[in-house]
């Protein structure tokens, strides 16, 4: 089951669904990293590239962070 967020990203609404899984692990990434969430996704959608949608953008950078 998806767990849909709101964020505001570049002065911008946009609504994220993700599994709970995802968010906890983003969330626990930005608490290491002194950052808030919607920094964090800020961060990782500044460095996506257009081809790839930001849900999965966010779900690469969790896993690639190694933690789930």
């Known amino acids: ?3 849909k ?3 505001s990203l570049s002065g911008h609404r946009t609504s ?3 599994e709970p899984e ?3 692990a983003l969330t626990a990434l930005a608490a290491g990293e002194n ?3 919607a920094a964090l996704v800020t961060r990782i959608d ?3 590239t257009p081809e790839r ?3 999965s953008a966010l779900r690469v950078y969790a896993l690639l ?3 789930l």
């Open 16 to 18: 994220i669904a993700l």
């Open 65 to 67: 962070r190694g933690t």
């Open 53 to 55: 949608p930001l849900a």
């Open 46 to 48: 500044a460095a996506r």
């Open 35 to 37: 950052l808030t969430l």
């Open 5 to 7: 967020r709101s964020l």
């Open 1 to 3: 089951m998806l767990e």
């Open 22 to 24: 995802f968010w906890a």
